[in-house]
């Protein structure tokens, strides 16, 4: 199954990854960026402070995650709405509560 993916810019022009269907924890989905690696960001954050990365600019973002880490990427050409995702994530932690 591919793992979906929106690649974002922050104004700085550093690029990063965003798994909008992959928890990082209660508060947070996953993200990744070069410098740093995994993590967790609140979408809303992620979402308000960054932009859509074009092709180019995320080419050797795409590139890690495919060799280094054996990611199958489905790319998204924008970030889901930030209730889609809220929801989602309720749904998910909820769901796993009492299992």
Known sequence: ?????????????EVCA????????????????????HGGAAFGYIYDLTKPASPSEYEMTKRCLVENYGYDLKILSRMPPVQNVLNARNDYFFSQKGK
């Open 1 to 13: 199954m591919k793992t979906k993916v929106c690649f974002r810019k922050y104004s700085n022009g």
């Open 18 to 37: 965003v798994f909008p269907n992959d928890f990082h924890n209660h508060h947070a989905v996953l993200v990744f960026d070069r410098d740093s690696g």
